[in-house]
């Protein structure tokens, strides 16, 4: 069985008023107001979409009217890694334990045995393997699907925050079960356009633009040639690749979906621009984070049948960041995959 690409949508009325919302208020980020619905598989849509897996669930989130899920979610400051819990390990082994606070070993259990396990051990091009590979880090080219004109000082700020938050998930594996990456680094290498027209520069210095290079639907696209997966392999044949191969893409577009704002898995994260660049800023991004939560493994946390009815609130469900509860899922996945690697 194949991972699944992962779809947020939002229903038509609320997305008028979200559009309305956003030109009132200069483009005000999404909150935890936001809702996960699932639906159903949808063929893909680019070209490097062709060459990620065919049985791939699309994974919708839709904006509620509620105020919120009215949970107490636990801060996240990005130290050197997050708390152990319960500590069961051997001292002279890997680090492992259970959650001790916000959420249980009995929750996380039971959506690895009755969610994940159905799907994660056969994939092998998680970003745990990625990084894994690459030792560390990992190489990005963004898609820029809009018509909103792109700056280099805007551009420019899109490695940091990749990086920044790849990093808010790596603090949950950071010294746990001899994880090997302390910190994840993330180089651009490139950015796709319809038009060079629609950029205030022209030279490499940002990486390759690559022009007039678009898929099936006409979204700009990165060289599949480029591509590092291709096939989900974990280091595939780019010697086709004029310039520097890519581990995903960075995919703003002004549809990320009919009715979504953001889609995510093994490729990549494609997000909503307006809420990309609103949100830009901020320590944690809940639709991006949501997005690469999908990379590594983790299910959408909205539908009831993922999980038990005391999980706590997550990025991967309703709530603006990460929390403990999708900390210790994270480790859960590694937990099981460990075997794969040989640290």
Known sequence: MQTR?????????????IVTLLALTAVRPVTSSARCFYAKSKKTVSALDKVRPSEVKNLSLTMDKSTGSGSSTPSLSLEEHATFGDITSGSDKCVVGNPSTYVTREDVDWVWQNT???????????????????????????????DKKLTKAVASKFQRMLEKQLNVWNHWLVGYNCWPVNKIDVTIVGFAVRDKSIMDWSDDSLGTIYEGVLDDVGSPMCPEECYKHKGQAASADTSACKDKPFDMSFWPSTKPGEGAIGTGGDWGQRV?????????????????LHE???????????????????????????????????????????????SRYDF
Not at 5 to 17: C, G, Y
Request: a negative charge; aromatic letters at 8%.
């Open 292 to 338: 690469i939560g999908h990379g590594f493994g983790l299910p959408e946390m909205y539908e009831a049948e993922n999980k038990l009815s005391s999980f706590p609130a997550c990025v991967m469900d309703d709530d603006d960041k990460v929390t403990d509860g999708d900390g210790w899922l994270l480790r859960s996945i590694l937990e099981n995959i460990k």
């Open 116 to 146: 994940m396990e159905k799907y994660v051990p056969p994939f092998t091009n998680l970003i745990f393997d990625q990084l894994v590979t690459n030792n560390g880090s990992l190489s990005y080219c963004v898609r820029w699907d809009t």
């Open 272 to 288: 909503d621009v307006n809420d990309m660049l609103a949100s830009m800023e901020n320590d944690q991004m809940m639709v991006l």
């Open 5 to 17: 690409p992962h779809v947020r949508r939002i229903s038509a009325p609320v997305l008028l008023l």
